[in-house]
């Protein structure tokens, strides 16, 4: 079981880089790439409200629940 971040697929849909993220969520680029592989261990909320400020989508557009993983 994992919770999958989905980061990748709202930046193609925005058409928007990790750079550009990265400077409108106010954290490191590195952080945002540690989000896109699915190597955080957490997210804070105020970090996923930001994502969610700047991608214009909800928590659920980027968080998925996987049962088989």
Known sequence: MAIIIN??????KRKMSV???ADKVGI??????ILKN???????LSTLEAIC???DCQPGD???YRKDI
């Open 7 to 12: 980061v990748d697929v709202m930046l193609a």
């Open 19 to 21: 750079t550009e993220l």
């Open 28 to 33: 490191t680029m590195a952080n945002i790439s």
């Open 38 to 44: 699915g190597k955080a261990k957490a997210v804070r």
């Open 53 to 55: 400020v700047a991608l």
């Open 62 to 64: 980027i968080l998925e």
